[in-house]
Nanobody, 129 residues
Framework: QLQLVESGGALVQPGGSLRLACSAS????????IAWFRQSQSPGKGREGV??????????DYVEAVRGRFTIYRDFAENSVILQMNRLKPEDTAVYYC????????????????????WGQGTQVTVST
């Protein structure tokens, strides 16, 4: 069974940075497309895709709200996918999840159309003064 574990969430002030990790054990994460999603507790907000990276890092994509502030990349030594989040805003507050898919190498979607599975348990990110 494929299992992902998210870590790195914390309370941070606006403008600060956090580094989230999506880790796996027992299988090589770089053979899968990995995506980050977030779920806010704000009323009416559903799960939102944040970023994705294809296997072998051929392609990455971001939702417009985080483009230029967040960076996704693979840490091959740690068998992890990192989401580096800079210039954080209060609206980035959410539980962040990672999931994987057996997608193609040349593209990925920051939208879950049922292709993502093996969701982790999530890590809380709170951006507040």
């Amino acid at each position: 069974q494929l299992q992902l574990v998210e870590s790195g969430g914390a309370l941070v002030q606006p403008g600060g940075s956090l580094r989230l990790a999506c880790s796996a054990s027992g299988f090589a994460l770089n053979t899968y497309t990995i995506a980050w999603f977030r779920q806010s507790q704000s009323p009416g907000k559903g799960r939102e895709g944040v970023s994705c990276i294809t296997y072998r890092s051929y392609y990455v994509d971001y939702v417009e709200a985080v483009r230029g502030r967040f960076t996704i990349y693979r840490d091959f030594a740690e068998n992890s996918v990192i989401l580096q989040m800079n210039r954080l805003k209060p609206e980035d507050t959410a539980v962040y999840y990672c999931a994987l898919s057996e997608g193609p190498a040349d593209t990925c979607e920051v939208v879950d159309n049922g292709q993502y599975h093996s969701w982790g348990q999530g890590t809380q990110v709170t951006v507040s003064t």
